[in-house]
């Protein structure tokens, strides 16, 4: 298994402003993955994190929005640029310890609201 | 997109009773989890299925899976108050990435 933080916990920012998530793994490890939860909604992953390469995106999420960095195996930071009060979710890290799509250790999730 | 579809949405029972969550999916699957999450914090890894396998349990945890119909269930006994939390499914496909479904807002009554 896998211990994660995530900073900050929990934040209110104001439109137009930008706000940078971290990240710490307690182990190295291959595969990082950014999630967001829109309020009452599921998961939606936002991008793979690669260390030593640019993040890979999904469908709907740009770099430039959601600009990620992966400096080593154990820490990313994510950062959501040019706020609205559309982007107020949970925004969660994840790890998966195996490279084959099996089991992903959580991090506690930064929620933030944006006014 | 999403590929796990839970249902019900909202389930509420009583303490000691067991509360059953269905899952369906629509694409070819490696494995199939279930989390659990309390309170919108992170999510807690219950218990894994591989395609290939048809029932598996976990304590008070059982989870069934049936590739021909693309569903499984999680089926959770003698629920206690502690277990209230939203309950999602997510397969794993032939990439590395999990999609997860809407989820179910399980509420045990004391």
């Known amino acids: 298994s896998a211990v994660i933080s995530q900073k900050p916990s929990r934040d209110i920012c104001q439109r137009g402003t930008s706000l940078t998530i971290q990240c710490q793994v307690d182990?190295?490890?291959?595969?990082m993955f950014w999630y967001r939860q829109q309020p009452g909604q599921s998961l939606t992953l936002i991008a793979t994190?690669?260390?030593?390469?640019?993040?890979?995106?999904e469908s709907g999420f740009v770099i430039d929005k959601f600009p990620i960095s992966r400096p080593n195996l154990t820490f990313s930071t994510l950062t959501v640029s040019n706020m609205s009060p559309e982007d107020s979710s949970i925004y969660l890290c994840?790890?998966?310890?195996?490279?084959?799509?099996?089991?992903?250790?959580f991090g506690p999730g930064t929620r933030l609201l944006v006014l | 997109s999403q590929q796990g579809e839970e249902d019900p949405q909202a389930l509420s029972i009583q303490e000691g009773e067991n509360a059953t969550m269905n899952c369906s999916y629509k694409?070819?699957?490696?494995?199939l989890q279930w989390y659990r999450q309390n309170s919108g914090r992170g999510l807690v890894h219950l218990i894994l299925?591989?395609?290939?396998?048809r029932e598996k349990h976990s304590g008070r945890l059982r989870v069934t899976l049936d590739t021909s119909k693309k569903s499984s269930s999680l089926l959770i006994t003698a629920s206690r108050a502690a277990d209230t939390a939203s309950y999602f499914c997510?397969?794993?496909?032939?990439?590395?990435?999990?999609?997860f479904g809407k989820g179910t807002l399980l509420t045990v009554n004391p």
């Open positions: 994190a690669n260390q030593g390469s640019e993040a890979t995106y």
């Open positions: 694409t070819s699957i490696n494995n």
């Open positions: 182990s190295q490890v291959t595969m």
């Open positions: 299925i591989r395609s290939n396998e």
């Open positions: 997510a397969t794993g496909g032939s990439n590395y990435k999990l999609t």
């Open positions: 994840s790890v998966e310890l195996t490279g084959g799509g099996e089991t992903q250790y």
